[in-house]
C-alpha cells in the first residue's frame, strides 16, 4: 500500500509539472523599458529598447558610471507618458550635489519634461514644459546625499503625482499641479528627441541651471499603464 502512494504522488507530480510547462506566462507589457547593467546597456524590457552611451558614461561592475556623459533611449511611441498612469523608478549613487539631470526628454528652453535632483535643496523634482507653458512642477524631500545608494519612483495617478524612497511615500510641493494634462512626448519622425537618462536629451549643460548626472545609476525602469 505504502509503495502504491508513492507512486500515485510521483504520477501526480508529473502532471503537475508536464501541466505547468504549458501554461503561458503573459509578456510585461507594461514595463516599456527596464536598465540594470548585467548586460551591459542592454534593455532586458520586451520591447528592447536601442540606448547609446554619449561621451563619460561607463558600466562598470553592473551599474553605470556617469563622468559628464548621458544615456539616449531611442525616441519611440512606447515611451510616450501622455496622461497615462506611469512610474519612473531609478536607484541612485551621487557624487555632486548640485543641480543634476536624471531623465527627460528636452526639445528646447520651452519644451521638456524632466526630473532632476536638487541638492542645495535636497529635493527630486518633476517639471514639464509645452510651448514655454509650465503645465507641471513638483517638488519631493526626500533623502539624498553623496556617496549613498538610495531606491527612488516617480508615479503618476490621475492627477496625483508622489514619490517613493527606500519604501517610504512622499507628497510632493506643489507649484504647477498636473491636472489631467497630458505631458508631450516631442515624437518626431527623425526620432531626434530621444529620452535621456543622466541628463534630459539635448538639454544644454547650462540650461535651467542643471548639469549631467554626476555619480552612479542602477535599475533604470519605465512603466506605463
Known sequence: MKKVMIYVVAFLCFLVSACNDDIAVPADLHTRLKLNFTNGLADSSIYSNKVVAVDGVAVTAGVAVFTGGWLNVQDSPLLDLSDKNFTIKFRLHPSSTSIRGI???FVDRDNYWMIYADGPAKTINF???ERSVTIAQYAFQ??????RWRSYSLSREKENLYM??????YEPIITVPIYSTAIPN??????????????PAGIP???????????MMDEICIIVF
Request: charge should be positive; proline fraction near 7%; aromatic fraction near 10%.
Open 103 to 105: 531623465i527627460g526628454k
Open 127 to 129: 517639471e514639464a514644459k
Open 142 to 147: 526626500v533623502p539624498y546625499q553623496t556617496g
Open 164 to 169: 517613493v524612497c527606500e519604501n517610504k511615500r
Open 186 to 199: 516631442f515624437l518626431t519622425a527623425a526620432g531626434q528627441y530621444p529620452i535621456g537618462i543622466g541628463r
Open 205 to 215: 549643460i547650462t540650461a535651467a541651471g542643471v548639469r549631467p548626472w554626476a555619480g
